[in-house]
């Protein structure tokens, strides 16, 4: 029963974690097949995870401040690269952040512990605001919009350019 009231407590997150999953696989996969399938379930158990972490200095240390920041996001996103697991689980962590500067007045201390300022955006409402669920679709829908960018526009024109200049790059 703590799970499931700490689960629901979070439901934006959860929200975020679950729809950018699918949104991600969808442009990863963009056609109805067992592989979209298998994409949507190697992705969305670790980025829904990686979105609950942050959270978790609720129960010590300080809130927005212990588990939101720069250092532990690339803890999780440097931890794969030399440990061989938890892929994708910096997704989540980052998606939070996300969530918590662009959809809330109050943002999070990005440099904690080198400095308490918390960052937000000036447009951010409060979380309890009935307007919440929205801003996280929206801000779900941009991040998904982002990804795709990068993963159709970016990614060719560097490994374009890499192939010209004779620069091996692993893509």
Known sequence: MAL???LMNK???VLNAVLLSLGLAVVL???ASVELFWTVVTLSVPITLGALVPDVDTAFGTHRK???NLAVLGLFAAWPIYMGNLDYVWIGVATHYVLDVV???RGIALFYPLSTTEYNVPF???VSSSKSGLVTILVTAIEIGAFAGVLYYV???VTAYAT???IPIGL
Do not use: N
């Open 124 to 126: 951010g409402i409060p």
């Open 29 to 31: 996969e963009p056609t």
């Open 11 to 13: 439901r934006g997150h």
């Open 164 to 166: 010209e200049f004779g």
């Open 155 to 157: 990614v060719p024109e």
């Open 4 to 6: 499931w009231a700490y």
């Open 66 to 68: 212990t588990l939101h």
């Open 103 to 105: 959809g809330s007045t």
